[in-house]
T-cell receptor, first 115, second 114 residues
Framework: ETGVTQSPTHLIKTRGQQVTLRCSSQ?????VSWYQQALGQGPQFIFQ???????GRGNFPPRFSGLQFPNYSSELNVNALELDDSALYLC??????????????FGEGSRLTVL | AQSVSQHNHHVILSEAASLELGCNYS??????LFWYVQYPGQHLQLLLK??????LVKGIKGFEAEFIKSKFSFNLRKPSVQWSDTAEYFC????????????FGKGTRLHILP
């Protein structure tokens, strides 16, 4: 167990809908990173939040957005869902020192299916 | 573009065979390096990491990896694999710039035959 919890574990949406995924980070961690893992692929970096601000973003459109709260938990929001958004969404927390993100501790993921 | 390449997508070995999984990255700056493992039905977990110092790092379950800066490589090794090593292995690189993101390779699926 990593202490990182994600909800929901599975969900089904239709094209055009919006989804919010949630993540509680491990106690003592100050950074949350979100990844998208399509079937048969490695995790793709979406963005990272540190001190409640976005701190780095991968090659994802603006309809992917996020939040980090004062207790370091986080949300990932995806608007206008597309079929290709179907994937496992992973949250990872870490303790960042300076520019060193540190070791990532992953949750179990939220599996999103878009029909 | 910055990337992480894992050379082998699928590896099949017999128990007690030696293992080496390749990983190369394309980034000229300072990096931190990781290998993560995902056992069937489980979440991603850290095998080992390199931040600085001795380029030969040892991780859990008898795994080790060597950072060769001149080759931009961080290959994972284990002298004698076990059936329980069956899993997917991911190399990851922390790009120590202002974006400070950790990017992953596509993974290597390892099957160990009993």
């Amino acid at each position: 167990e990593t202490g990182v919890t994600q909800s929901p574990t599975h969900l089904i949406k239709t094209r055009g809908q919006q989804v919010t995924l949630r993540c509680s980070s491990q106690s003592g961690h100050n950074t949350v990173s979100w990844y998208q893992q399509a079937l048969g692929q490695g995790p793709q970096f979406i963005f990272q939040y540190y001190r409640e601000e976005e701190n780095g973003r991968g090659n994802f459109p603006p309809r992917f957005s996020g939040l980090q709260f004062p207790n370091y938990s986080s949300e990932l929001n995806v608007n206008a869902l597309e079929l290709d958004d179907s994937a496992l969404y992973l949250c990872a927390s870490s303790f960042r020192r300076g520019t060193n993100t540190g070791e990532l501790f992953f949750g179990e993921g939220s599996r999103l299916t878009v029909l | 573009a910055q990337s992480v390449s894992q050379h082998n997508h699928h590896v099949i070995l017999s128990e007690a065979a030696s293992l080496e999984l390749g990983c190369n990255y394309s980034y000229g700056g300072t990096v931190n390096l990781f290998w993560y493992v995902q056992y069937p039905g489980q979440h991603l977990q850290l095998l080992l990491k390199y931040f600085s110092g001795d380029p030969l790092v040892k991780g859990i379950k008898g795994f080790e990896a060597e950072f060769i800066k001149s080759k931009f490589s961080f290959n994972l090794r284990k002298p004698s694999v076990q059936w329980s090593d069956t899993a997917e292995y991911f190399c990851a690189v922390n790009l120590m710039n202002r974006d400070d993101k950790i990017i992953f390779g596509k993974g290597t699926r390892l099957h160990i035959l009993p």
